[in-house]
């Protein structure tokens, strides 16, 4: 299964964080899932490819020399993207434990009250669940995608950041991921299309998102990807199925420190379809 | 020699224009020329490579569906890049003597008396004059060049457009350029460092432009190139000196057709530093 999870925090003091506030959100996440399953923490600790992807803080705060400046009495929202069953049980049932309980979790240098995990689609619009067949036979069979990148993204490559969405990078990051989390894999030929996908059209500005300890420039906006023609439906199905994956995984460098988070228009307009009230 | 013009036009009745209008600019810089020595001319009309580049309509102009609506009473700017001495003399002979004769020109379905050629570095903003030498000795040793993309630009690739600011299509198409037309060539080997050099930071949006029997899409807006680290004085000078020369040549496909018009921002605080009354 994929699914996405918006959690709410509640602080107990004033706090500020570097730039997306994610390292502490990472901290946050992990100290968790140690207080749940310290095996399974440590292990996910150690693991090279993460089954998650992991937004900043979503809800505004004033921002000021690029730090977040959360008031005690502000409520705190951030979403994870879980790519694994077996790490959307143990999420679920610690941050589900720790919303009833009411004990506190460390938050950066203050601590923090989970106030609510929500996992019901419905209930928040970045809340969603699907399963890897589902993606594939729901996905669009248009011959483009368009993403949304709503986070700073870039793409390691060698020793520098490469901040073009290059669709065999972009389409590279969502394949790799599917391939490692994925029951089923995809057709390692859909591969060789990425190099030709054209970048149709697209809004873009870079961004300089800060760390703690460093600094990284990611791009934020919308682009377009067409693919090549003569592709038959099941190969652009594929393709509009990795676009849409984008929500559940990032795209790119550190997307479980808040950076490369996607939305998919198309996703978007068929996962919303059937929610309740909307 | 490399200069910069800006001719201003005169209309005897309403006109409409596709796009940036560059389609009809471009039969009128050819009719021009044409009505001044019409072997040389012919001659222009046959090379692969022209040694000029061409804007769209500079002044502004109400837009209405993709076209460009410039009343009979208003006067049309737009400015050729000239790459090379052969070029640069007929151009100003041709437009000179047009200006003073009030001579009638074909402009579109209308047509147009030429007001004036502004030549004279200091009389216009984008009026500019310079050597090729002069261009690598006064380049900046930065190591990075940023270039503001002010008309939409892309890459011709295979059969497709290409719209992201490769620093290896930008540099690519400077350097191509460059060799054509420099009475010295750079050095081959500097062409090498093009897929090094990195999109450090940019804001872009791509944009389609109407000409009167197509579509071509290109970006618009400004991108950062930084270069590889430990290159020496004199090739970052080079490099440098690639990115003045798109402020002439243009960068990509159609320049000869208002596409791939591009400001450099060290040259423009360099050269405009010696400009009378500014």
């Known amino acids: 299964m994929l699914a996405s999870f918006v959690i709410s925090l509640k602080l107990d003091r004033d706090l500020t964080l570097p730039g997306l506030g994610a390292e502490a959100l990472h901290g946050l996440f992990f100290e968790v899932l140690r207080g749940y399953d310290a095996g399974f923490a440590a292990h996910l600790h150690r693991e090279v490819d993460k089954p998650f992807s992991l937004s900043g803080v979503l809800t505004e705060h004033p921002k000021r020399d690029g730090r977040l400046h959360i008031g005690a009495d502000g409520r705190v929202e951030f979403r994870l993207g879980l790519l694994t069953d077996d790490i959307i ?7 589900g434990a720790l919303a009833m309980s009411a004990t506190p979790v460390r938050f950066g240098s203050a601590s923090a009250h989970v106030e609510g995990i929500a996992f019901q689609p419905g ?13 594939v036979q729901k996905a669009s069979p248009d011959a483009r995608a368009t993403l949304q990148f709503v986070s700073p993204t870039s793409f390691r490559a060698g020793d520098v950041q490469d901040v073009l969405p290059r669709p065999e990078r972009v389409f590279g990051s969502l394949f790799e991921a599917w391939q490692t989390f994925a029951p089923l894999p995809l057709d390692p030929a859909l591969a060789e299309l990425f190099a ?14 800060h760390f703690a300890r460093y600094k990284v420039i990611g791009f934020k906006g919308r ?3 067409t693919y090549p023609r003569d592709l038959n439906a099941p190969t652009r199905q594929a393709l509009n199925a990795l676009a849409d994956f984008a929500f559940f995984a990032g795209v790119g460098y550190k997307t479980t420190m808040g950076m490369g988070q996607v939305l998919s228009e198309a996703a978007d307009r068929r996962l919303s379809a059937g929610r309740a009230g909307r």
């Open 196 to 209: 030709l996908i054209r970048v149709s059209a697209y809004e873009l500005r870079t961004e300089l998102i």
């Open 89 to 95: 049980e143990p999420t679920l049932a610690a941050f």
């Open 223 to 225: 682009v377009t990807y």
């Open 123 to 135: 209930t928040h619009p970045l809340v969603r669940a699907t399963t890897y067949p589902a993606l």
